[in-house]
Structures are given as structure tokens and as C-alpha cells.
């Protein structure tokens, strides 16, 4: 069964970090391109970072997040990882990692379960 796991999510202060990870069954990410999104309540879901497959190696950030988020593979573990730095409360939001079929240009294929960040004091 393919499937794709966030983890990672939590509880944290303004100004903390938090590292979110994909990890999944079934198929190997280094061959496909891998975004994170978000989505807050009320709000449509975005995406945040995106990295290209091995092949290829490029990383996308959304401007809100450039500068404090870096996006990277693990390709040995099969995962991806999302390091958030200088977190705020407009990073509250469940996080999701994609499977991108399209060189990060938002045709999804696969979504994982979601993982829940909040940013609070």
C-alpha cells in the first residue's frame, strides 16, 4: 500500500522550530518531486516548500517562509524533512507532504494524513 506519513508537528513558542518529516510505504521519493502545504482554518490549502526529485534537486519556498524553513531529503530513509525556524502564529496550520507529479507545480498524486503545528505562547 503506498502511503505517506507526516510527523513532527507539535506545540511550540513564537520564535521556536520545529523539524516536520515525510516519511513512505510503497514508493520511493527520491524519484518524485515533494511538496509541503498548509492549511489554516478558514483558509485554502497552500503549499510552502517543494523540492524536485533527485534527479533534478531544486527547492521551492513560499515567500512567507523563505529565509526560516529549508526543505531536504533524507534519501537513505526515505523521508523529507521541513526545518521551521523562527516560527510564528501565522505558521499555525496542519501541514501536509505531497507527492508532486508536475516538477512542483501542484499536480498532487498522493497527500499524506497531515501533521498539526501551533504556534503559541
Known amino acids: 500500500q503506498v502511503a505517506l506519513v507526516e510527523s513532527g508537528g507539535g506545540l511550540v513558542q513564537p520564535g521556536g522550530s520545529l523539524r516536520l518529516s515525510c516519511s513512505a510505504s510503497g514508493l520511493s521519493l527520491e524519484y518524485f518531486a515533494i511538496g509541503w502545504y498548509r492549511q489554516a482554518p478558514g483558509k485554502e490549502r497552500s503549499q510552502v516548500s517543494c523540492i524536485t526529485s533527485t534527479s533534478d534537486g531544486s527547492t521551492y519556498y513560499a515567500d512567507s517562509v523563505k529565509g526560516r524553513f529549508i526543505i531536504s531529503r533524507d534519501t537513505a530513509k526515505n523521508m523529507v524533512h521541513l526545518q521551521m525556524d523562527d516560527l510564528d502564529s501565522e505558521d499555525t496550520a496542519v501541514y501536509y507532504c505531497?507527492?508532486?507529479?508536475?516538477?512542483?507545480?501542484?499536480?498532487?498524486?498522493?497527500w499524506g494524513q497531515g501533521t498539526v503545528v501551533t504556534v503559541s505562547s
Open positions: 505531497a507527492v508532486d507529479r508536475s516538477r512542483c507545480e501542484g499536480t498532487i498524486e498522493l
